[in-house]
Each structure stands twice: as structure tokens, then as C-alpha cells.
Antibody, heavy 122, light 107 residues
Framework: EVQLVESGGGLVQPGRSLRLSCAAS????????MHWVRQAPGKGLEWVSG????????GYADSVKGRFTISRDNAKNSLYLQMNSLRAEDTALYYC???????????????WGQGTMVTVSS | DIQMTQSPSSLSASVGDRVTITCRAS??????LAWYQQKPGKVPKLLIY???TLQSGVPSRFSGSGSGTDFTLTISSLQPEDVATYYC?????????FGPGTKVDIK
């Protein structure tokens, strides 16, 4: 079964850092681009960041550029999101998601994790 | 950056009704468009990709059309289990922007 499991969320003070992880199983992780999407409470979906299968191509939303860093470890079938200088507006449920087709940069997201909640508050 | 808009923002329809949701891109995106369904408290689910290709396992009452800047998601006969928020998403470039969503409920 294809599965994505996020972890690492929690309550953090403004200005501090947090690292999210996403453990993948059931598919050949190193053949797929992976992404992070977030959803603030009661709000819509916001794409955060994406990384190609070989880490050669990376993108960020303007709202997180310069503060967040996406990475992956294909040997560990894991995706990460390092979040620095956190702000109240970063409070959201963070999902990881995989692309539908292997070895593509631009495609829809067919599998999503259950999400990990990040709350930024003093 | 390309902006995505959706209309209406919400709608209420009767069981069996035909429902149409529109998504518009501020610039052409060819057919690099997906539709997702998110039921309350649940994870988003891919319905349609490449503007009109139905994801495996999705009921055939869902269909998508369009290319360039204007796209539609149609539910041919609304069912109670279709109560959800529907999002479009572009994926033609490094910014995978979502639309603001359309909330669908039963009248």
C-alpha cells in the first residue's frame, strides 16, 4: 500500500524553527517528485514547496522562500521541510504529497499523507 | 505569477442535479490542471488531472474539461457523498498554485 506519514509538527514560538518529516512506503520513492502543501485552519490549500526525484529541481512559494528548505533522503525514503523564522501565519496542517507519475517535474498529486499540525504561537 | 480563481465560491444543489464549477487561470496553462475533492476533516483526493483525465477509482459522474485559461469540473448527478470543497490546481510550472475552492452542499 502506498503510504505517506508526516511527523514533526507541534507548538512553536514565533521566530523559532521546526523540521517536518514525511516517511514514504509502498512505491519507489526515488522515482517521484514530492511536495509539501499546507492548510490553515478553516482555509484553503496552499502549495508550499516541491522537490524533484533527484533533488535537482526545487521550488518554493513566495510566502516561505528564504525561510523554508525542502530536502529528501532517498536512502531513507524520506522527505523533509526545515522551517525557520516561523510566523503566526505559518500555522497550518502540513501535508506531504507525491506526484502521480514517476520522473516528471509537473504533475498532479495522487497520494497525500494525513498531515502534521504546526502551531506558531507565543 | 499565474493566479487561479474559482466560481462560485459555494453552491447548494439538490440530489441528482448537474453541478458545474469553473476555474480560471490568469494566463494560459495548456491542460496542466487538476481537480481535488476535500471532504470535511479529510485529506484532499485527486479527481481529475490533465484537465479531463479521470483518476482511477473516481466515479464517472465527475468530468473535467477545458484548456488554456478556462476549465470546468462537472458532477453530472450530485450525490450526498459529494458534499465537499473542490479545488483546482495548476501544475505547468514550478509554482503549483491552488484555486480558492468551491464548497458544495446539498439543498
Amino acid at each position: 500500500e502506498v503510504q505517506l506519514v508526516e511527523s514533526g509538527g507541534g507548538l512553536v514560538q514565533p521566530g523559532r524553527s521546526l523540521r517536518l518529516s514525511c516517511a514514504a512506503s509502498g512505491f519507489t520513492f526515488d522515482d517521484y517528485a514530492m511536495h509539501w502543501v499546507r492548510q490553515a485552519p478553516g482555509k484553503g490549500l496552499e502549495w508550499v514547496s516541491g522537490i524533484s526525484w533527484n533533488s535537482g529541481s526545487i521550488g518554493y512559494a513566495d510566502s516561505v522562500k528564504g525561510r523554508f528548505t525542502i530536502s529528501r533522503d532517498n536512502a531513507k525514503n524520506s522527505l523533509y521541510l526545515q522551517m525557520n523564522s516561523l510566523r503566526a501565519e505559518d500555522t497550518a496542517l502540513y501535508y506531504c504529497a507525491k506526484l502521480t507519475q514517476e520522473l516528471l517535474l509537473f504533475d498532479a498529486f495522487d497520494i497525500w499523507g494525513q498531515g502534521t499540525m504546526v502551531t506558531v504561537s507565543s | 505569477d499565474i493566479q487561479m480563481t474559482q466560481s462560485p465560491s459555494s453552491l447548494s444543489a439538490s440530489v441528482g442535479d448537474r453541478v458545474t464549477i469553473t476555474c480560471r487561470a490568469s494566463q494560459g496553462i495548456s491542460n496542466y490542471l487538476a481537480w481535488y475533492q476535500q471532504k470535511p476533516g479529510k485529506v484532499p483526493k485527486l479527481l481529475i488531472y490533465a484537465a479531463s483525465t479521470l483518476q482511477s477509482g473516481v466515479p464517472s459522474r465527475f468530468s473535467g474539461s477545458g484548456s488554456g485559461t478556462d476549465f470546468t469540473l462537472t458532477i453530472s448527478s450530485l450525490q450526498p457523498e459529494d458534499v465537499a470543497t473542490y479545488y483546482c490546481q495548476k501544475y505547468n510550472s514550478a509554482l503549483f498554485t491552488f484555486g480558492p475552492g468551491t464548497k458544495v452542499d446539498i439543498k
